[in-house]
């Protein structure tokens, strides 16, 4: 049972447009999300982290909403570039607990230029 | 400052052998996490180390173990190799084991005929 969920597995995007990446939860005792972006060839590394007191973070071009009664989660890329095409992880975690994070599958995302 | 290590990149094994894993951390870090990642399963965390000590544990057979030496270098170990082992297993070190710290290493693929 799958308790992080990208249900996307690729999007592609024109570079200036935005990119929205999505990312649904099952267990609601969740309360830290974050993003991590990979590279081929390379570990993923962190991007931006929402706790569940929140419902918007934004670092940049980079912003993650969180819908905690939908148990949803979202990272837009406003405006995306070519070198924002990467894999994008979500993953959920306790904020008392952070070591133990739980991954989605991943999203391919592609930004043409 | 030298990134996350993780030895050797590549392994090939056949079913019923064994097999130890070996990360580096960041110096300085001590928590150290590992997680497997195949296609479809998305990254599923394994084990988290800190002070030398398993702090959480994922939900695999015991036939995955780990432990952290006192100069926070991990081994992940998994014996009685199945094909299913196959995938590409990832540690991420950090000070505390906060994951918008981590540091991910490029990986150990395994491969078991």
């Known amino acids: 049972d799958q308790q992080v969920k990208q249900n996307s597995p690729s999007l592609s995007v024109q570079e200036g447009r935005i990119s929205i990446l999505n990312c649904d939860y099952t267990n609601s005792m969740f309360d830290y999300f974050l993003w991590y972006k990979k590279y081929p060839a390379e570990g993923p590394t962190f991007l931006i982290s929402?706790?569940?007191?929140?419902d918007k973070n934004e670092d940049g071009r980079f912003t993650v909403f969180l819908n905690k009664s939908a148990k949803h989660l979202s990272l837009h890329i406003v405006p995306s570039q070519p070198g924002d095409s990467a894999v994008y992880f979500c993953a959920a975690s306790f904020y008392t607990n952070a070591g133990k994070s739980t991954f989605g599958d991943g999203t391919t995302l592609t930004v043409k230029p | 400052k030298a990134g996350v290590t993780q030895t050797p990149r590549y392994l090939i094994k056949t079913r019923g052998q064994q097999v130890t894993l070996s990360c580096s951390p960041i110096s300085g870090h001590r928590s150290v996490s590992w997680y497997q990642q195949t296609p479809g399963q998305g990254l599923q965390f394994l084990f988290e180390?800190?002070?030398?000590?398993?702090?959480n544990k994922g939900n695999f057979p015991g036939r995955f173990s780990g432990r952290q030496f006192s100069n926070s270098r991990s081994e992940m170990n998994v014996s009685t190799l199945e094909l299913g082992d196959s995938a590409l297993y990832l540690c991420?070190?950090?000070?505390?084991?906060?994951?918008?710290?981590?540091?991910f290493g490029q990986g150990t693929r395994l491969t078991v005929v």
């Open positions: 991420a070190s950090s000070l505390t084991g906060d994951h918008t710290e981590a540091f």
């Open positions: 180390y800190f002070s030398e000590t398993q702090r």
């Open positions: 929402i706790s569940s007191i929140k």
